[in-house]
């Protein structure tokens, strides 16, 4: 199955190209948050050097949050087209998820600045999203802590699959915020 990944949530925008065993990736420089320019050069580019046609795309995965507010809405709305215009199957991952692939009892943590995080708690294979500031953390009990840094491939590429191999598609991604925008409050 040929398939693209777009992860636009984070500084960073990654965007990956799978063909069969091959992985073909492109991660942006930290802090640049320049994804409006950035998305549409590097998934070209990406598909070029693995020799795809946009049509022989039969699968898109996105990151649809939390994170970046803007950043969602570029990786949510360029995949939503990408996917019209091809006719691919949409899986949406969130960006915890991925933080936390193939673990158990652990507090994913995405740091939304002024000691506040966006954390998921997975316990027993059961996934909780919460909002919470850095004195709630201990409260968790989890067994391990994981702080999103940077755009994990290997993980992005693993939830992705996993989630395709479980038939989880959507008809259309949509964007998962945990907290209103600044401009809805």
Request: a negative charge.
């Amino acid at each position: 199955m040929k398939s693209l990944i777009i992860d636009a949530s984070q500084d960073q925008l990654a965007v990956v190209v799978i063909d069969g065993e091959k992985v073909y990736k492109k991660i942006g420089e930290k802090g640049a948050r320049r994804h409006t320019k950035a998305i549409l050069t590097s998934i070209e580019e990406l598909l070029t050097e693995a020799q795809v046609l946009p049509k022989e795309i039969e699968g898109i995965g996105v990151v649809v949050g939390p994170g970046s507010f803007t950043g969602i809405r570029i990786g949510v709305a360029t995949a939503n087209a990408f996917a019209k215009a091809t006719l691919a199957k949409i899986c949406e991952l969130t960006s915890l998820e991925v933080l936390a692939y193939n673990k158990d009892n652990v507090l994913a943590l995405l740091d939304c600045k002024h000691d506040n995080y966006y954390a998921l708690f997975r316990n027993n294979g059961e996934d909780v999203y919460v909002a919470i500031n850095a004195s709630e953390i201990d409260g968790f009990n989890a067994k391990e802590c994981v702080y999103y840094e940077e755009p994990n491939v290997d993980n992005l590429v693993a939830t992705y699959l996993e989630k395709v191999k479980n038939g989880q598609y959507k008809k259309v991604a949509e964007p998962f915020y945990m907290k209103k925008s600044s401009a809805e409050n």
